[in-house]
C-alpha cells in the first residue's frame, strides 16, 4: 500500500487526483466528456458574445457616419457616408451580414482606419497579454505560498495579531480601485523614490520591460490580497481534515505533509475562485492601460468609442471575452489534473 493510499484509509479523507465514480463497464476517459462539454460552451460562448457586441454598439449615443464624415460634412456626404458603411440597411440585414463575416473568421473594416480589424487587434493584443497573463503568474506565485503560509502559521487560532494583521491589510489594499492605486504607485515610486523611471506617456518603444512593472504591479496587488485570503481560509479548512491529522500523527515534515497532501486539496476550491479573478483582471487591465497610455485593447477599445468605430468595437468584445473563457478552460484544465473528480462538471466535497 503506498503512503498516500495508507492516509487516506486511516484518515478517510478525500484524496486529490481520484475518480469520480466506480466503474461500470466499459471505462470512458473522463477527459473526454469535458472536452465535449466545454467545446460546446466555447462555442456558445462565442456566439453570445457576437450577438452582444453587435447590438451593443448600436446603443453608442452619436452616429458614425458623421464621426467619420467630419464635422464640416454636408448631409449629401453624410448620408454617402452613411451608404458605403451600410449603415442605411434595416438593422436586421446589418445584423445577418455581420454575423455571416464573423462565423468565415473576418471581424471587419475599422471606419476610422479603414484597415481589417484583426490587424489593428493584433498589433495591440501583445501589450494587453504581456500585461493580464505576467499579472496572473505574479498573482499565483505569491498569493497561494503567501495564503498558505499565513494560514499555517495562525492555524487554531495561533499567532491573533498576525492573522489581524493580514486581514487588515489585504481588505484595504483590496478596497484599493486599480486606477487609484496605479496613480499612488506612480507617485511614490516614480516620482517619489524614483525606483523606477517616470514616463510620460509610461510606455516607450526604449523603455522595455521597465515600462510594465508599474502597470502590472498595480494590476495584481488586489488580486493578490483576495487570493490570499481564499488560500488562507482553504488552508485551515483542509488542515483539520482526518487524513491531515494522521499525516501529522506520523510526524512528516511539515514541508511534505502541506506541499504533499495539503496543497493539491485547497487548490481546487482555490483556483475555481481563481478563474473568475483572473478573468476580471482583463477588465482591470484595460483600464490600467488607459492610466499608463500603453497602446493595448484597453486604450484602443476607448478610442474605438470615442469614434463611433463599431467594427473595432465588436472586434475587441469578442477577442477580449473569448480571451476570458478561454483563461476559465485553463483553470478548469489545471483543476482535472490535480483532481479529475472536477472534470464531471462538479467538484468533490
Known sequence: M???????????????????????????????????????????????????????????????????????????????????????????????????????????????????????????????????????LVVLAIAVPLGMAVGVATRNGRRRGLDVAFTSVTGFLDAIPGYIMATFLVVVFAIGVGLLPFFPPAFTARSGAASFVLPIAALVIGPICTIARVVRRETQVVLENDYIRTARGWRLKPVVLHLKYALPNLLTTTLTLSGLILSGMLGGALIIESVFAIPGLGSGIIKAILDRDYPLIQGMVIVLGMLAALINLLVDVILGCIDSRTLGGGHAD
Open 2 to 136: 503506498t503512503e498516500a493510499a495508507s492516509l487516506v484509509a486511516a484518515g478517510g479523507a478525500p484524496s486529490a487526483g481520484g475518480d469520480a465514480a466506480p466503474r461500470t463497464g466499459r471505462h470512458v476517459s473522463p477527459w473526454l466528456g469535458f472536452a465535449v462539454r466545454r467545446i460546446a460552451g466555447l462555442a456558445a460562448t462565442f456566439l453570445a458574445l457576437v450577438v452582444l457586441a453587435f447590438f451593443m454598439v448600436q446603443l453608442i449615443p452619436g452616429d458614425p457616419a458623421v464621426a467619420i464624415a467630419g464635422s464640416d460634412a454636408t448631409t449629401v456626404e453624410i448620408e454617402a457616408t452613411r451608404t458605403k458603411l451600410g449603415l442605411d440597411l434595416p438593422l436586421w440585414q446589418q445584423f445577418a451580414a455581420y454575423i455571416s463575416q464573423v462565423l468565415t473568421g473576418d471581424l471587419g473594416t475599422s471606419f476610422q482606419y479603414n484597415q481589417p480589424v484583426a490587424e489593428i487587434i493584433g498589433n495591440r493584443f501583445a501589450f494587453t497579454a504581456t500585461i493580464a497573463f505576467t499579472g496572473i
